[in-house]
């Protein structure tokens, strides 16, 4: 069983940045695709990005897509998600999320999940 903690949320400007990470709790996690999920109040969850167990191969949702940047380091057992240029819109709680599958897009697809940090993003 993977335990993921996220951390890094908070509230911001519109234009400004954050960095979120999720760390995790085995060496395994290696081994794992990672994603980063959304929920705004009254909306689903949805997805925003996901990296590879490599770390070569990422890929964004069309909201965020040229915003934000999702990496990793599996030496820290962290995976990291850069949120540039905020808009109000992104306000919502953000979660990580581990999945056993090569590449992963759906809430179905992860076996983990985080308890999620809160980004507010003001006008």
């Known amino acids: 069983q993977v335990q993921l903690v996220e951390s890094g949320g908070g509230l911001v400007q519109a234009g400004g940045s954050l960095r979120l990470s999720c760390a995790a709790s085995?060496?395994?996690?290696?081994?794992?695709?990672m994603g980063w999920f959304r929920q705004a109040p009254g909306k689903e969850r949805e997805f925003v990005a996901g990296?590879?167990?490599?770390?070569?191969?990422?890929y964004y949702a069309d909201s965020v897509k040229g915003r934000f940047t999702i990496s990793r380091d599996n030496a820290k057992i962290t995976v990291y998600l850069q949120m540039n240029s905020l808009k109000p819109e992104d306000t919502a709680v953000y979660y990580c999320a581990a999945s056993s599958l090569l590449t992963a897009y759906g809430l179905g697809s992860y076996n983990y999940w985080g308890q999620g940090t809160q980004v507010t993003v003001s006008s």
């Open positions: 085995e060496r395994t996690f290696s081994s794992y695709t």
């Open positions: 990296i590879s167990w490599s770390g070569h191969r990422t």
